[in-house]
Structures are given as structure tokens and as C-alpha cells.
């Protein structure tokens, strides 16, 4: 009866706030917009200007027509060839995603790795970094989602900066929602997409460039004509771009970083976030299940739960069916074994109190021994004391 029903507790695709539908909508109320005519081209511009913000940058912000993937895509490919070496950060399927695009491409690969739920130690990097001076770039996951671990970027950008190495960073699932400052770290390029913290629907893939980075993009030959950003960036400040842009997307990234900043801001976004990772966290101790993630790595945009006692996807089934509340499970080797539960973009403290209240007697159908009402309040325990979201 309630099929169109859905709370989305996923680490992505997550809800889009009405404001942002009523932007998307409005692209289409009326005869097709020519994307080359002025008002579009404002547009454009208005949501670059602004994304910058996000990035807390001060160079251009690129946006192409794609999913999270292809905003990576494009930053491998702009700055490598098959006869460069790159280094990888791996801590789970997504850093995994790196190395097959760097395969894709035929770039020698150097992995640093830390097991799923850890994060790499920065040292290792700079060891590799010293052994390996042809290393031309430097690659890693800001926030891994299939875990919910966050990487050390500040000192990874820290260390990188000493080396003629650019540092690349996948802030797909942490934009918005984690604290990056895209120049104070020293990252030269954030690749980012639309559907997690930017509250989008799929579609936008985003890419920031540091003039460092620029001086690596424009002495190599991009072998895609598609992702070619030295086309974005000549006709950026034009409000064009290379190809036709998807204007409905480009008025949906323009309403959610106003949103943003409505909302007090990109550092009131990291506060709220960090609100709701604790409020989760809390909620899971309290019902006596395991975090896979310790608290000082842990994302404030999903938090993971190991579930390894029975298939963790007919817990979920249950959730999505009964109650109208899809959380995620596990990816690659963590399939089944896992709940992640994603509290980015569109939360608020009452999404998580339903979660809980939907997971507990989730687990109880299911016959695992909770208490009900364990989890729900310490959430609210926590929120009493710091109601931040
Ligand atoms: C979601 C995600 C991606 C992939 O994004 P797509 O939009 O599915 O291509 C890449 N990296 C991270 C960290 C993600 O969370």
C-alpha cells in the first residue's frame, strides 16, 4: 500500500529535500532551456561558485555529467599514463575501485593498505613515497563506504606536499558531511558526485584542480575526449561547458549548497553530521551489537555494524518491507556481514530515533534477544546533551 514510501538510511543514494526537488522540477516547467543561452550559462556559474565553498577552495570547481566513478575516472586519467606510477590508499572496496581504474588505464599501481575498518598509517605512504620517487600521484579514499572508516587527509596532504607528488582525494561519501579544506590540506584534486551528502539525485560527478595539479594536467596528453578537463576549464568562466550539461542537476547543485548555507554553513553541516554519527554510535553500543569502526576513524556519514551471526540482507528486507526503512549492507567481501547505516545529507535526529526503533524490533522478528527501547534512548540520551542535529 505504501510502495512509494521509503526512509533511505543508505550510505547512498540518499533522500532529496523537496527544495531541491522543486529546483529539479523546475527546469523542466517550462520549454527546454537552451543550455548556451544566458540564463543557464548564470546558472552554471552560480553553482561552480558556490560548490567551491564545499570543496573550502579557492580553485574551480568542474562539473561533468556522471556518477561519483567518473569524477575519478577523470582525475586518473588527466594526470597518468600507462607509463607512470601512482600510489594507492586501500582500506576496502572503494579504494579497491582505484586500483581497477588505474588497471583500466594501464598505470602501475603501489598500494598501501590497512585491513577493512582501518585506515592507512601515514607513515607507510611516506616511506613509499622516499623508496619511490617516480610516484606521480598519490590516491585515496577520504571516507571508505564500505566500511565507514575515514582516512588521515590532513597528514596524508601534509606529507604528500613535501613530494612532487599530487594528492588526490575520493570525497564521494564525505563531501559536506566530513571536514576536507581542499587547499589548507593540500589536496590537488577532490572528485566528488552529487548523491551522497549533496543530497542530489545521481548524476553530477564534480572535480576540484590545484594549480600543482594543473602543471601535472597540462603537461600530459588526455587520452579521453569526454573527461578532458583543460576543455571545462577553458570554458568555465563562460558558464559552458565542453558538452551539454545536465541543467536540471547543475539548478539542483546551485539550491543544495544554498541550502548549505541556511543551514548555518559547510561547518555547521560537519557539526550536524558529527551529531548524528554519535547519536548512531550511541545507539549501537547501547543494543549491545559491534561497531566495525573505532571512534576516532569513524565517518559522520555512516556508521557500519558487524553482523556476521546470520545474513544481515533478510534483517534489511524486513526493515524495507515492514517499516519502510532501508539501511545498507555489506559490499565485496562484507556482503551479508554487515549493516551500514548512513546518516548523511537529508537526516535529522527523529531519522535516527525511527531507524532505531525500526531496527530493534527488526531484531527481534528476526530472534535476536534486544532490548526494545535500548537503542532509541540513548540516542536521545545523547541528543539531550548535545543537540546538534
Ligand atoms: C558512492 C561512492 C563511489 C562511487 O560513486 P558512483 O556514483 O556509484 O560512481 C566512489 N567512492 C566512494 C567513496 C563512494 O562512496
Redesign the pocket.
Known amino acids: 500500500m505504501f510502495s512509494e514510501k521509503m526512509d533511505l538510511r543508505l550510505?547512498?543514494p540518499v533522500q532529496v529535500p523537496r527544495e531541491i526537488q522543486r529546483a529539479i522540477l523546475r527546469s523542466f516547467d517550462h520549454p527546454m532551456m537552451d543550455y548556451r543561452n544566458e540564463e543557464h550559462q548564470e546558472i552554471l556559474k552560480e553553482a561552480a561558485e558556490a560548490a567551491k565553498k564545499v570543496f573550502q577552495t579557492k580553485n574551480d570547481v568542474y562539473i561533468l555529467c556522471g556518477?561519483?566513478?567518473s569524477a575519478?575516472e577523470t582525475a586518473m586519467v588527466n594526470l597518468v599514463g600507462p607509463s607512470d606510477t601512482i600510489l594507492i590508499c586501500v582500506i576496502g572496496y572503494?579504494g579497491d575501485?582505484l586500483v581497477d581504474i588505474a588497471e583500466h588505464i594501464g598505470v602501475n599501481v603501489i598500494r598501501v593498505d590497512a585491513p577493512w575498518g582501518e585506515i592507512v598509517d601515514p607513515r607507510d605512504v611516506k616511506k613509499a613515497l622516499e623508496q619511490h620517487p617516480e610516484i606521480k600521484a598519490v590516491f585515496a579514499?577520504h571516507?571508505?563506504?564500505s566500511t565507514g572508516a575515514i582516512n588521515n587527509i590532513k597528514e596524508l596532504g601534509s606529507i604528500v606536499r613535501q613530494f612532487d607528488a599530487v594528492f588526490v582525494a575520493?570525497a564521494?561519501?564525505s563531501i559536506v558531511g566530513t571536514p576536507l579544506y581542499m587547499d589548507d590540506w593540500g589536496i590537488d584534486i577532490v572528485a566528488t558526485?552529487g548523491?551522497?551528502a549533496l543530497m542530489l539525485p545521481?548524476g553530477n560527478a564534480l572535480v576540484a584542480v590545484s594549480d600543482k595539479a594543473w602543471g601535472v594536467i597540462d603537461n600530459h596528453k588526455c587520452p579521453s575526449f569526454y573527461l578532458d578537463l583543460k576543455k571545462y576549464r577553458e570554458l568555465l568562466p563562460k558558464g559552458h561547458t565542453p558538452y551539454t550539461p545536465n541543467i536540471a542537476l547543475v539548478n539542483g547543485l546551485l539550491e543544495s549548497c544554498r541550502m548549505i548555507e541556511r543551514g548555518g554553513g559547510i561547518e555547521a553541516a560537519y557539526k550536524r553530521h558529527a551529531c548524528l554519527r554519535d547519536m548512531t554510535r550511541s545507539g549501537v553500543r547501547a543494543l549491545g551489537l559491534e561497531l566495525l569502526v573505532d571512534d576516532s576513524a569513524a565517518s559522520p556519514t555512516l556508521t557500519s555494524v558487524v553482523f556476521d551471526r546470520m545474513d544481515s540482507d533478510s534483517l534489511r528486507k524486513l526493515m524495507r518491507e515492514q517499516f519502510h526503512v532501508a539501511v545498507g549492507g555489506g559490499l565485496g567481501k562484507q556482503k551479508g556481514k554487515l549493516l551500514r547505516l548512513g546518516h548523511m545529507g537529508y537526516t535529522d535526529a527523529a531519522d535516527i530515533l525511527k531507524m532505531f526503533a525500526a531496527l530493534e524490533l527488526g531484531l527481534t522478528k528476526v530472534g535476536f534477544n534486544v532490548q526494545l527501547g535500548a537503542g532509541v534512548s540513548a540516542a536521545q540520551k545523547y541528543w539531550l546533551e548535545n543537540p546538534y542535529c
Open positions: 550510505p547512498g556518477s561519483g566513478a575519478l572503494f575501485y579514499t571516507c571508505e563506504t575520493d564521494v561519501s558526485g548523491q551522497k545521481p
